[in-house]
């Protein structure tokens, strides 16, 4: 029988859980404050959409494959049946399903405003089966069966609660996904410039922020997977974090006179901030996640600009900014942000790091690549040019990728670049 202090860190973690899943609303709001009005419904519809999709397809075979007994450290056994799992053991399913559903939901704002239904529940499908399952065995696969040894892990890779599982590895998929389907129709002007189209209002962005932040308390501080005094702290230095990103991403985008609004830019340090400590929320000390949070926001809004204007990828929520740049720096400071003692040797580390890093974008990045080629060769990634500037619909049938089709609705281009002059 349990304990009371077993009861209480279930208790515990069934709490995280809740707060990881309210993260979904908060991902929502980010997302309907910066795109099209005639698009706040799909997007919504998206982030319901992954949930669902999340939660049967990581249940019946994403868990198996990422936290079951260990195939030579590269997977989980998948024929694992759920049936072997104590009732302990399913609230650490739960809370690693609000996590599988985080990744995805990275997706829904790094495509938003011109793919399709279909072609999004393929991806999350994909995602949630074997490119997020795979890559977090080989960093947290043994944390359900302490004999698995997944190869990162061996090597000594940290990632505490995901900066590279969950948010660089769904921020890749993002990256590749926008660069593949291409951008919103008008997006570009006649010299190839990217515009900044109007949206419904920031201030749903804003409160989004402000449900993910408190969401990330169950993230980072259910990670521990119990509850004593290092919770408290591990909460206080995400916070910590997430407020001085806001600060240096504000500061940053006033003093060197960015392009763009300035709301976004502090939207996106605060969130920069959160999702570089998660790497390192349980080893880090007080002062360097600060320095870490500050740095990270600096890091937001130099990804944000050269993702925008340099690559001219359109990324309508800044989500592979937020994601893939906050990540991949979380993930690199590990060494560096750490107290003394944590390692023995911090250059190793910082080697050990690089590499996870690099096999998680390489990893990510290829197979979202061809699962997106294939899912435009024989469904179709995007809904019809029609569609688009109308806004996209509860439609599930495929849609032709040709934002040049001559059935295009002239008047509603001419009223989408109007309203951008």
């Known amino acids: 029988m349990l304990d009371s202090a077993q009861h209480i860190s279930l208790l515990w973690m069934l709490l995280a859980a809740a707060l990881v899943f309210f993260m979904q609303v908060g991902f929502a709001l980010l997302e309907v404050g910066l795109v099209r009005q005639q698009n706040m419904l799909a ?27 260990g195939l030579a450290g590269l997977s989980g056994n998948p024929l694992f049946s759920l049936a072997q799992l104590s009732s302990e053991q399913l609230v650490f399913l739960l809370f690693q399903l609000t996590f599988a559903a985080t990744a995805c939901t990275i997706l829904s704002g790094a495509i938003a405003g011109r793919a399709s239904h279909a072609a999004y529940a393929i991806a ?18 043994a944390a359900l069966f302490e004999d698995n040894s997944p190869w990162l892990a061996a090597l000594g890779f940290h990632d505490f609660a995901g900066s590279a599982v969950v948010h660089a ?5 993002g990256l590749v996904g926008a660069w593949v389907i291409g951008p919103r129709i008008g997006w570009l002007d006649e010299q190839g410039q990217p515009r900044d189209f109007p949206t419904p209002s920031l201030v749903w962005s804003f409160v ?25 702290r591990i909460i206080l230095l995400t916070n910590l974090a997430a407020a001085c990103g806001g600060v240096s991403a504000l500061l940053h985008a006033r003093l060197t006179r960015r392009r763009g609004d300035a709301h976004v830019y502090l939207l996106g340090g605060v969130l920069t901030g959160l999702v570089a400590i998660t790497a390192s929320a349980d080893v880090a000390g007080l002062a360097a996640a600060m320095v870490l949070g500050l740095l990270a926001g600096v ?23 937020v994601h893939g740049a906050g990540g991949t720096l979380g993930i690199l400071a590990v060494p560096f942000v750490a107290v ?29 690549w061809l699962v997106f080629a294939l899912v435009k060769k024989y469904v179709g990634l995007r809904v019809s040019p029609q569609e688009e500037l109308a806004g ?30």
């Open 208 to 232: 989004g922020v402000l449900v993910l932040w408190f969401g990330w308390w169950g993230f980072n501080g259910g990670s521990a997977g119990r509850f004593d005094g290092e919770v408290g």
């Open 169 to 173: 590895t769904g921020a890749w998929c």
């Open 124 to 141: 999350v499908l994909v995602i949630c089966v074997l490119i997020y399952p795979l890559f977090g065995h080989w960093v947290w696969g």
């Open 392 to 421: 996209i619909s509860l439609d599930f049938k495929p849609a032709p990728d040709d934002p040049d089709d001559p059935a295009m609705d002239e008047q509603a281009l001419a009223k989408l670049l109007g309203e951008l002059s």
């Open 299 to 321: 890091v937001h809004n130099l990804a944000l600009d050269m993702i925008k204007y340099r690559w001219r990828i359109d990324d309508p929520v800044g989500a592979v900014a």
């Open 43 to 69: 997007i919504t519809v998206k982030n319901l959409l992954d949930w669902m999709v999340a939660c049967i397809a990581f249940t019946l075979l994403g868990f198996a494959l990422m936290f079951g007994p």
């Open 340 to 368: 003394d003692g944590v390692f023995a040797d911090r250059l190793y580390q910082f080697g050990v790091q690089s590499l996870g890093a690099l096999v998680c974008f390489f990893w990510a990045a290829g197979l979202a």
